[in-house]
């Protein structure tokens, strides 16, 4: 079985601060790993991925995560945050193999950040 | 554009009434998702469909049921059984060559019972 833990259920920052929102997952098998990101009333977008390769995976909007197998976790970081990136950000999980089709989601984290 | 859609955007459900949330894609895509989002809860999964014509129960199937008669459509039902349907529903997809695991999300259907 895979489950995903996110760290701060909230993280409010300032403008142009850095942030890192935490993910730590489990998994007895090979893992792909995503962060989706939702404003409010809307979809999930896809911010990136990690399925395998490069450690340091980087994504749109300046984001980047480092997938640390040795920890299980895949944070997610931007040096610099703006107002518009206030948003609810979700961390995934996907197995290999015979489980590749379903993803197992943490409850997110509220990224608020303030003028 | 390719892309999902989801309609309506808004559906009000009365006592005992069956209500269907739209999902369709153009993304030629064979797997499809329907997950429902409740506060501080996350994404759970409800039903999926590998292929057409065949779907498998998620984590939390009691009082909804689908079907997947096109490839490109798949309905999901909220049935009278269902006692607590208030919720944000998501319809998601998955393919594409080297997607492999990459779901793509609707905009999402919220319902509110009257």
């Known amino acids: 079985a895979q489950s995903v833990t996110q760290l701060d259920s909230q993280v409010p920052v300032f403008e142009e601060a850095p942030v890192e929102l935490r993910c730590n997952y489990s998994?007895?098998?090979?893992?792909?790993l995503f962060w989706y990101v939702q404003y409010p009333n809307q979809g999930l977008q896809l911010l990136l991925k990690?399925?395998?390769?490069?450690?340091l995976v980087k994504g749109i909007n300046g984001f980047e995560a480092e997938f640390n197998k040795s920890q299980t976790s895949f944070h997610l970081r931007k040096p610099s945050v703006h107002i518009s990136d206030t948003a609810e950000y979700f961390c995934?999980?996907?197995?290999?193999?015979?489980?590749?089709?379903?993803?197992?989601f943490g409850k997110g984290t509220l990224l608020t950040v303030n003028p | 554009d390719g892309g999902i859609t989801q309609s309506p955007k808004y559906l009000f459900r009365k006592e005992g009434q069956n209500v269907t949330l739209s999902c369709e894609q153009n993304?030629?895509?064979?797997?499809m998702y329907w997950y429902r989002q409740d506060p501080g809860q996350g994404l759970r999964l409800i039903y999926y469909?590998?292929?057409?014509?065949?779907?498998q129960k998620g984590d939390i199937a009691e009082g909804y049921s689908v079907s997947r008669e096109k490839k490109e459509s798949f309905p999901l039902t909220v049935t009278s059984a269902q006692k607590n349907p208030t919720a944000f529903y998501l319809c998601?997809?998955?393919?594409?060559?080297?997607?492999?695991?990459?779901?793509?999300f609707g905009p999402g259907t919220r319902l509110l019972v009257l």
């Open positions: 993304l030629n895509h064979d797997a």
């Open positions: 998994s007895s098998v090979s893992v792909y």
């Open positions: 995934a999980v996907g197995g290999s193999g015979g489980s590749n089709y379903k993803l197992t």
């Open positions: 998601a997809s998955r393919g594409g060559q080297g997607a492999r695991e990459t779901q793509y």
């Open positions: 469909s590998q292929i057409v014509n065949d779907f």
């Open positions: 990690y399925l395998s390769g490069s450690t």
